[in-house]
């Protein structure tokens, strides 16, 4: 199976198969993580021909994807004289993808690089399109660039090792993308209709067609944070600790979801089978909101927030999405103490 992206600047494939042989004429990084590595490394090892090779370990966790994991993959590109020729390649799940795209748009202001998820919420997000970042303090993913890889090799093989919260919360980001804009998907996912195989590659051509129309999120494609302007909210109130990102996306698609229906919008019949579909595939559908205010300022941390203005992705019924701004202040907050 084979899916093409299409953006003003480079055009690449992303190959849903097991791994090819990789050859490559220049200095080639691997960046992963221990898990990764320790599972996977040899399989990987087998398939990639280079000159020179070198493995770049960064620790496993959201915690860590920052400027000190940054900059020691720099330091050892540098020590072994890496060059403008030189290929990465990311080897993990959205973590490593996003450290490694954005460690690559930044060497020597810029060299190629491969993806090669691991995990299913990587396969079908974040490996594709281009975005790349970093957490700080104040949030998550605020610093990046927009920078595309070479090529996507999307093996199911990496998933048989894959725990089950891992799994579940790749199938978040599959439904979000039904949802949005693929009605039929969405029945063919509640109902059971699909091999993985099959469901990988609809939320990737979805995914295509939104990066080849709006690389740099300027319009539709800011359609694919339904879900995550909630999302990342929970996500920085909990450390990054207790959810994973595609827990806390379906926990962000429900209340997004009831401010859909606090808009007159998506009704109840609808609201319900998105929530059953999220649980059927294990995911968790509840968050405690302690201070709903607090929450409400959390939104203003967001990089998609502009001119102090929040912006939500919603349904407008399964399908069909709505982006909505200027929303009352006093609708959001009857929202969060729906959850509190």
Do not use: C
Request: charged content about 30%.
């Amino acid at each position: 199976m084979k899916v093409t992206v299409n953006t003003p600047n480079k055009t690449y494939d992303i190959l849903i198969r097991t791994l090819p042989e990789i050859k490559i004429d220049s200095k080639v990084a691997i960046i992963t993580n221990p898990k990764v590595s320790g599972l996977h490394i040899n399989y990987l090892l087998n398939k990639l021909k280079a000159p020179e090779l070198q493995i770049i370990t960064l620790p496993d966790g959201e915690e860590y994807k920052n400027f000190q994991s940054v900059e020691y993959a720099l330091d050892r590109l540098f020590d072994a004289k890496f060059d403008r020729n030189s290929t990465l390649i990311a080897f993990g799940g959205g973590v490593i993808g996003d450290m490694t795209g954005f460690i690559a748009s930044i060497f020597l202001r810029g060299v190629k690089f491969i993806q090669i998820p691991t995990t299913l919420l990587s396969m079908v997000d974040s490996s594709v399109g281009g975005k790349t970042g970093i957490n700080n303090k104040y949030g998550k993913n605020l610093i990046g660039t927009f920078y595309q890889p070479e090529v996507v090799y999307i093996d199911t093989h990496f998933l048989k090792t894959l725990e089950k919260r891992e799994f579940a919360a790749g199938m978040a980001e599959i439904i979000k993308m039904a949802v949005m804009f693929d009605k039929k998907f969405f029945e063919d996912i509640k109902n059971g209709n699909l091999t993985l195989e099959e469901m990988i590659k609809r939320a990737v051509e979805l995914k295509a067609e939104v990066v080849s129309q709006d690389e740099k999120e300027k319009g539709i494609r800011s359609v694919l944070n339904y879900g995550h302007t909630f999302g990342h909210v929970i996500e920085n109130l909990t450390n990054y600790k207790k959810y994973l990102h595609g827990e806390a996306v379906a926990i962000g698609m429900v209340m997004a979801n009831e401010l859909s229906r606090e808009l007159g919008f998506l009704n109840e019949q609808e609201a319900k089978e998105i929530k059953e579909t999220l649980k059927k595939y294990n995911l968790p559908t509840e968050f405690k909101v302690k201070n709903p205010k607090e929450f409400y300022e959390h939104f203003f941390l967001d990089k998609k927030t502009l001119d102090n203005n929040i912006k939500f992705i919603i349904p407008e019924k399964i399908g069909q999405y709505k982006i909505v701004k200027n929303i009352d202040k006093e609708k959001v907050l009857n929202v969060l103490r729906k959850f509190s």
